[in-house]
């Protein structure tokens, strides 16, 4: 009885994707595009944005690396018993990390993420005051050069192009 469950299972499984690929495809055509538009918000809401995506997306590698070193903390920290080994260098009989050491090891994931976000902050603040630093650097009465066209025929030419009648 399973075996049938599974497979009508797997059988609805199988054609609620077909749909949803269908309704994806099957859209109209004359639909405006969804994209997100952040012109109308201010800096310290992009900035805020950015830290979240750099936070959230540095934490699932600063994860591997707070385990990596916190084994091997454990590891050093008792005399080099193979049993405390880190990941790829242990065997059979490891010892497990204790609740507080899960938590230890995620806060420090946690912390770390927060440290790089922080410093992506800190970098972008700094392109951004040398840009305005170079903006400001022009001597208010210097004069603006506007240069025209080498040719202006072909300028002229070129932007009617698209205007020509028959």
Known sequence: MKKKQFVFFLFVLFFASLF??????????????TQFDMSGFPLWAKDLRRGEIVTFGSFPFMYFFANFGYDTYRWANNDNDMRYAPWPFNSAGTVGKTTNEKIITLGIAAG???LIA???YGIMRYKRYRLEKEKSSIPIESPVIIRKPLFENEADSTASAGTETK
């Open 20 to 33: 949803n690929a269908w309704s994806q495809t099957t859209g109209d055509a004359g639909m405006t595009s």
């Open 112 to 114: 770390g993420s927060i």
């Open 118 to 120: 922080i410093v992506d």
